[in-house]
């Protein structure tokens, strides 16, 4: 996390998003870094903070993220992970960060969020899941010393890669990525339960002088203030194709206007400045 | 009249062991004095003088053992500092200078009085360095005086590349007032190797400290920096020391990542099964057991290895489902035994079995459901009385087709009877391998 510092999956996070974000991403700082994720993904299906440690919320998203990011997603068990995500949302109907413990407003985002983002995976996914029982094809990574952050690459039936971009490439410059045009869901919805999380949220975690909190009983904070929102946002806007169009009204609870702004989900930035700042960095590579 | 009036120091101390302190300012324990630390060497009329409270055979048991006291030793309370004939603390003992009152020194809260860095004489030399938030601070911060002033004096003993018995001192005082300041903490691993200090000792410290901060980071790593200096002999000291946060807290994420550092470090496997199942025993839902469990029998140099601790272990997982079959992590667990061998899986007996057990109750169904899909999607082929048990299940659910595939069925009833993951199911339920659809 720092010199001499601690090491885990979240520094793995912190590190690639803001180099990711800076477009300085490229072979030499992630070299290894998908090797390490691996390790830490458990027996569970979630992931860890380190190799032998619990399946974790938080760490299964900054896990998840990074391996999109440095496109190696592909290499995840992305059906267990799935599963054990999909697990944590309980009868609360918030999220809990590991099994067997208690609900929390914060994993609205480390775990909704994280399934949010595989929605827009879900085409590897369903390559894996349709390769049992044989044994998952390795697919090979295209680095040309430039990791383009906003595309993976998935097998064709001839052999060959297929190259998949998150983003639009408006500009289709070397790695670079504008625009934001998520990759179609099969079924369009959640993969959990996106109303039953709103109503933990609003009904559990808010609180009504402000903020938001872990659970009732529980004081309010930022953390939880931030995490709630963004697993709020990323809860409306699950039932979005892309991005950029609105919620049906029966994804949001309650009024319309309880509406957040979107978030990218692999920054959790509110998406306008996520434009912002990729447009300032895209010009600087 | 001040009595512990130090000789100015000349210029600004630098690097330089304890011996260029004044024999009252050093603060780490000689060889031969065990346990205590820090503890001020004698002073005059020290005799009537009291460090902390030390009970005899107590030897492993730091002065500031007790949470309360490290937070009343380094107190933040500025009290009556300002017109008072000035009290210094000496890493966290407090020595009064006034006349006729010989150092009472200790943890009385209402008497705790923070002194300025600016009035202890120690530190006459050193210049604060502020805070640089540059020209247009984002988030301005409201610091408290004392902490300010704290931080002031780290700075600039960090600037200046200082490794002295009062940095270590200061590091103290910062790291109370803000346990998760690692540059503070790295500055101060510095200086303990520079003044080649205890590291059993500072071991003791820093337990103390995390007792009152158990999920802190920082804290954490410092211990692992220290296991890992001081070797295998620590090994049994740090198992005991997670074993009591976990009598506090038995999934605390830090305590167990450090057991699991231990182990694979610093050894120490022998007990660790035993361990897990005493835990288990205690609570049966304990996720972090059952995570831990998953460790040691793969890992374990003493074990032969998952596959062949498989066969107890299914077994063990089995007799834990069927007395909680609600339970999640057995189920999990279970399925883990087989990760990457799902021939295996589908071929053992008593997992199908114990699906097919827990089934027929008719209660508690989302898990052998689940995993009865799984098994499924790996190609296993259910008997009659496989289909029976779902079937049996699938009255309450509206939709019917004898065309269904079981795994098609067991999709639909789940999506019935475990609403909250009504889309998960759905998802599945269309994205079933082509074999079993």
Redesign the interface.
């Given at each position: 996390m720092h010199h001499t510092g601690e090491m885990d999956v979240r520094a793995c996070y912190t590190a690639i998003s803001v180099a990711s974000l800076l477009n300085i991403l490229d072979f030499e700082i992630t070299k290894g870094v998908g090797d390490y994720i691996l390790r830490c993904q458990t027996y569970e299906g979630g992931i860890a903070g380190e190799p032998g440690s619990e399946a974790h919320g938080g760490y299964t998203f900054c896990g998840l993220a990074t391996m999109i990011l440095i496109n190696e997603v592909h290499r995840l068990d992305l059906t267990s992970l799935i599963d054990w995500v999909a697990f944590r949302q309980g009868l609360e109907c918030g999220f809990q960060g590991r099994t067997n413990k208690l609900v929390d407003g914060c994993y609205s985002f480390w775990q909704g969020g994280s399934l949010f983002l595989i929605q827009r995976l879900l085409s590897i996914a369903e390559n894996q899941i349709k390769s049992l029982p044989m044994s998952i094809e390795q697919e090979q990574l295209s680095m040309e010393g430039n990791v383009d952050s906003a595309a993976f690459t998935v097998p064709k039936p001839d052999g060959s890669q297929r190259q998949i971009h998150y983003f639009e490439n408006k500009d289709a410059g070397k790695g670079s990525a504008t625009g934001l045009d998520f990759i179609r869901t099969t079924n369009g919805g959640p993969l959990f339960h996106s109303i039953a999380l709103q109503q933990y949220i609003l009904l559990c975690s808010q609180v009504l002088e402000g903020g938001f909190k872990d659970k009732p009983g529980k004081a309010r904070d930022h953390y939880h203030s931030c995490y709630c929102l963004s697993g709020l946002s990323v809860s409306q806007y699950s039932f979005s194709k892309s991005a950029d169009s609105p919620p049906p009204p029966n994804a949001v609870l309650g009024l319309y206007s309880n509406l957040l702004e979107p978030v990218h989900p692999l920054y959790n930035l509110v998406l306008d400045k996520y434009y912002k700042a990729h447009e300032f960095f895209s010009v600087m590579s | 009249m001040t009595r512990f009036s130090a000789a100015p120091l000349p210029g600004r101390v630098t690097l330089g062991p304890d011996a260029n302190w004044p024999s009252q300012f050093r603060t780490v324990p000689r060889p031969g004095q065990t346990g205590q630390w820090p503890i001020p060497r004698a002073l005059p009329n020290a005799g009537l003088m009291r460090c902390v409270p030390r009970r005899p055979g107590q030897a492993s048991q730091a002065s500031f053992a007790l949470p309360r006291a490290l937070s009343r030793c380094v107190s933040r309370r500025r009290g009556q500092a300002a017109g008072g004939p000035g009290h210094f603390r000496v890493a966290g003992v407090r020595i009064s200078a006034s006349a006729g009152r010989v150092g009472t020194a200790v943890m009385s809260s209402d008497e705790d009085e923070w002194v300025p860095f600016s009035r202890r004489p120690e530190w006459s030399d050193v210049k604060p360095v502020p805070q640089d938030d540059g020209p247009h601070p984002v988030v301005p911060i409201a610091y408290r005086d004392d902490f300010r002033e704290t931080m002031d004096y780290f700075r600039a003993v960090y600037l200046s590349g200082e490794r002295s018995h009062r940095a270590l001192n200061l590091t103290a005082e910062a790291v109370s007032m803000n346990p998760g300041n690692?540059?503070v903490w790295?500055f101060r691993?510095l200086v303990l190797e520079a003044v080649d200090a205890d590291l059993n000792d500072e071991m003791e410290y820093v337990n103390c400290v995390a007792s009152k901060n158990s999920k802190n980071?920082q804290i954490?790593?410092h211990k692992?920096w220290l296991a890992e200096k001081l070797g295998p002999e620590v090994a049994q000291k740090e198992l005991e020391f997670t074993k009591r946060i976990f009598a506090i807290d038995a999934?605390n994420?830090h305590a167990?990542?450090h057991r699991?550092?231990i182990l694979?470090a610093l050894g120490g496997w022998q007990n660790e099964l035993d361990y897990c199942t005493e835990l288990l025993e205690d609570d049966i839902?304990?996720?972090?057991a059952w995570?831990q469990r998953?460790?040691v029998i793969t890992?374990s140099p003493l074990l032969g290895g998952l596959q062949s601790m498989r066969e107890s272990e299914v077994s063990y997982a089995v007799e834990a489902i069927l007395s909680n079959p609600e339970?999640?992590?057995p189920w999990?667990?279970l399925?883990?035994?087989y990760?990457g061998d799902?021939?295996l899986l589908i071929c053992n007996n008593q997992i199908s079995g114990v699906c097919l057990q827990v089934l027929k109750t008719k209660h508690n169904i989302i898990f052998p459901l689940?995993l009865l899909l799984e098994l499924l999607?790996?190609?296993f082929q259910p008997s009659t009385e496989f289909v029976s048990a779902v079937e049996a299940l699938r009255t309450s659910v509206p939709e019917s087709s004898s065309t269904s595939s079981l795994a098609n069925t067991i999709c639909s009833v789940l999506e019935t009877v475990d609403?909250?993951?009504?889309?998960?199911w759905?998802?599945r339920r269309?994205?079933?391998?082509?074999e079993v659809c």
């Open positions: - | 690692y540059t790295y691993r980071y954490w790593h692992r999934k994420y167990w990542s699991q550092w694979e839902f304990n996720n972090s995570n998953y460790f890992r339970n999640e992590s999990r667990y399925r883990g035994l990760k799902p021939n689940s999607c790996h190609g609403p909250i993951r009504s889309n998960y759905s998802w269309s994205h079933l391998p082509a």
